[in-house]
């Protein structure tokens, strides 16, 4: 993934799309000399090639060469904008000019009368980590759950929205979704909030589209939303009902017994709707 970082003050939008083509173009054009340039930074910094070997040893990769092929030549290509200022249709821009993710992050900067520096910004994918943080091993084993298995998101519905809109009329909006995460979903589970207090259906996804003029996105099925068993609120469990859209994985979420089974390796017992 590539930053673009630093303010933009003259015509930010036209400075930033190039900026994002010409990054995709060389990343596209010379695979290896992207590779090369991440290779050597990480050897001239000490403390990121540890962190980098640490990440290594617990996410299936045999070695800083191993991952670094994996990053460079078999993920595609997502950017991330780092901006002291967001524009107000910059999200949506970006969204719809480009077929890959683009991630944009607001770094607010302030000074104080008496000199101390502070920085406001919202952590770089906090609730996808969190989600990644409490699923459980695949087939509890030992493999860790990673960014690239996630292909679902969950949604939670009240009866009238989930009657009038997830099963009527096939989509589902307007909700938050990282930019980097949109061209990888391929599935919406639909959780029904008490009585029901379980995810109850799901559907393909044909498409993920901006949602006016908001940050927001409308889900549109390739086909209408399928029954599925129960995958239940447990009363004493671990995890709290959904608030929010949450990420996993399609074949974890068929095989889970329980929201339990995806999210709750870690968490506490906390109060739910049930």
Known sequence: MNQILGSIIHDPLRHIAVQILQFSLSFEAEPRKVRNILFDALQSQDDLRVRCEKYTLSHRFRNLDHMLDYLVFETAFAALVIIDEVPDNLEKILLTRFQFGVEVLELAYYTCSDGRKYYRFEPFLADINADLREALPHDKQDEPFSQDDIDTVVVPAREDGFQ???????????????????????????????????????????????????????????????????????????????????????????????????????????????
């Open 164 to 274: 009038d809109v997830f099963l009527k009329e096939n989509r589902w909006y307007a909700v938050r979704i990282h930019g980097t995460m949109r061209p990888q979903i391929k599935y919406i589970a639909v959780y029904q909030v008490a009585p029901q207090s379980a995810i109850t259906y799901v559907a393909p996804v044909s498409s993920i589209e901006p949602w006016g003029d908001t940050k927001k996105f409308v889900v549109n099925f390739a086909e209408p939303a399928r029954k599925i068993s129960p995958i239940p609120l447990l009363k004493h469990g671990k995890v709290k009902a959904p608030q929010n859209l949450r990420y996993t994985n399609y074949e974890r979420l068929l095989q889970a017994k329980s929201l339990d089974d995806i999210w709750g390796q870690a968490g506490t017992k906390e109060p739910n709707d049930s």
